[in-house]
């Protein structure tokens, strides 16, 4: 029963960090059954992302600093997108006044959704990070897993070594979390996978309502390819990168008002 009840919290605590990219995901299931007269959909869902933003900011759920980061996310994932679209790696083929460059605005909200999450389970579970590498290592790690999404296209797809270097890295890092006052622990590493499949599995849910199309899905839709994990799960792995970075700076800018300390004796950083 102690166990039962404990994976029930873990469950209730993720359900309400996941509360953004829920509300976009059913978005995208009812935009398909209700449409207003003059008002694309892809317009309809930048507008509803639009006001969950400003609610989720102003019922406290998530805090400023936290807006700055998933507004950090936004424009990486809106960068990324233009140049994919551009490339043909997939496509938004319904029509929208909120297009840029062939994508919806509302594209980076997906992304953004992924930083909204991280930032919810980080303090909602009060995350704790043992063993975290230095900057020096863990900047220009991200950095180039994030430039190997752009240069692959015109060079070699170097993604295999980049996540046999993140296993290097990251080999002696843990993340811990509290659950009903009890702290459990795993591999940063394999928090890395499990984030990314099931990012996967939401990625097919999100095409078959058409939130984007990849090129084998124009004439009818099919599971999205299994090889798309290895690419979110190295996109996870910059998000996590990037939120634990910054939530890192910010504890050592603001040592006596920020949401976390620096343990120097564990090499690790935990939310208060």
């Known amino acids: 029963m ?12 993720q359900a309400w960090s996941c509360l953004f990219p829920v509300v976009i995901f059913a978005s995208l299931a009812l935009t398909q059954l209700i449409e207003i007269p003059g008002l694309p959909r892809y317009d309809l869902l930048l507008l509803i992302c639009l006001v969950m933003q400003v609610w989720m900011v102003y019922s406290g759920l998530e805090t400023r600093d936290e807006l700055k980061v998933i507004t950090l996310f ?19 083929p319904e029509e929208a006044y909120s297009k840029v460059l062939g994508v919806p605005l509302y594209s980076g909200f997906m992304y953004a ?5 991280l930032c919810q389970a980080w303090r909602r579970l009060k995350v704790e990070l043992v063993r975290w590498p230095p900057f020096p290592v863990v900047v220009p790690l991200a950095a180039m897993i994030y430039l190997n999404f752009f240069t ?13 270097l993140v296993l290097l890295v990251f080999w002696r890092t843990w993340v811990t ?34 939130a984007w199309e990849y090129p084998d899905q124009s004439a009818s839709w099919r599971l999205v ?10 996109l996870v792995i910059v998000s996590i990168l ?19 300390e620096w343990d120097s004796g564990a090499d690790s950083f935990i939310s208060k």
């Open 74 to 92: 936004h424009l990486i994932g809106l960068t990324l997108e233009i140049f994919k679209v551009h490339m043909g790696s997939w496509s938004y």
């Open 177 to 210: 979390y509290e659950v009903g006052g009890t702290r459990y622990r795993m591999p940063l590493a394999l928090s890395f996978a499990l984030i990314g499949f099931f990012i996967w599995i939401a990625e097919n849910v999100a095409t078959f309502f058409g």
């Open 2 to 13: 102690r166990g039962l009840q404990q994976f029930v919290r873990f469950g209730w605590e």
């Open 242 to 260: 990037i939120v634990a970075t910054l939530k890192l700076v910010k504890e050592r800018q603001t040592p006596a008002s920020n949401d976390f």
């Open 225 to 234: 390819h299994v090889g798309k994990v290895s690419s979110w799960l190295l």
């Open 152 to 164: 692959h296209h015109y060079w070699i797809d170097v993604r295999w070594w980049l996540s046999a």
């Open 113 to 117: 959704s992924v930083a909204s999450y």
